[in-house]
């Protein structure tokens, strides 16, 4: 009888549809979670959060661009923002990326895509003024910074951008103020202390220039002793005396 019953059931065409059903349903389920996990693998290879992944374009392309091979590290770069395009942060620091690696025109594009995203970010601002301002475009750089100052005030990187573009109109005194503010507000911001040594070295304060040139040096020594020479032989120009 148990036999029959069963026989039964599964001749019965509602319980066969019921079974497929549910069979269909762990299917679709399985391929959601396969795709789900792909998905996380992508992201997660351009974010660094599986470490230890050489395919990860963004370390490869900074460790091309550390080599001078600029071309290779900015299809790299860009192989970055292809795997994920929606990562705001990312693509800031792709962006960057691009900028150090010599490739101000795409860094801009690239900025001016995540400030798309997030328009009140300071922060994106202040990278696009920077860029600008490496393009030799310093009354558009200082309006992208003073944007950037009216979402936030302190932003070290905004105030430093306005103070190179015054050291580039010879408003050295002006500079120095607007430099101060930037390396109050991030003291480890080194090229920030760079600034201000030059303005201040510029304006004929030397003596006060050396230890802004020694914390830009500390924080970062690839800076180099260069502009530290070159703003000094300035000050020598102008008359003042170390």
């Excluded at 036999?3 to 762990?26: K, M, N, V």
């Excluded at 030799?136 to 950037?148: H, L, Q, W, Y």
């Excluded at 040594?197 to 304006?203: F, K, N, T």
């Amino acid at each position: 009888m148990l036999q029959s019953a069963t026989r039964e059931a599964c001749l019965d065409p509602s319980l066969r549809r019921e079974r497929a059903y549910h069979a269909s349903f762990l299917i679709a389920a399985a391929i959601l979670a396969v795709s789900g996990l792909a998905g996380i693998g992508r992201a997660a290879v351009a974010t660094r959060r599986l470490p230890g992944l050489s395919q990860d374009p963004l370390l490869e392309g900074r460790r091309l661009a550390a080599l001078g091979r600029h071309a290779e590290a900015r299809e790299e770069f860009l192989r970055t923002l292809a795997v994920n395009p929606w990562d705001v942060s990312l693509t800031e620091e792709v962006g960057k990326s691009l900028l150090l690696s010599g490739d101000p025109g795409n860094a801009l594009t690239v900025f001016r895509e995540a400030r798309a995203q997030r328009p009140r970010s300071a922060r994106l601002h202040a990278w696009i003024g920077r860029t600008l301002f490496l393009q030799g475009k310093p009354d558009e750089a200082e309006e992208a910074c003073r944007v950037a100052l009216s979402l936030g005030p302190q932003d070290a990187g905004a105030l430093q951008v306005v103070g190179d573009v015054l050291i580039d109109r010879d408003l050295y005194p002006q500079a120095v103020d607007v430099l101060r503010r930037s390396v109050a507000a991030d003291p480890t911001l080194a090229s920030a202390h760079n600034s201000l040594g030059i303005a201040l070295a510029l304006s004929g304060r030397p003596l006060e220039a050396v230890p802004a040139f020694e914390a830009a040096l500390r924080l970062d020594p690839a800076l180099g002793p260069g502009n530290r020479d070159r703003a000094m032989a300035a000050a020598r120009q102008a008359g003042a005396h170390p």
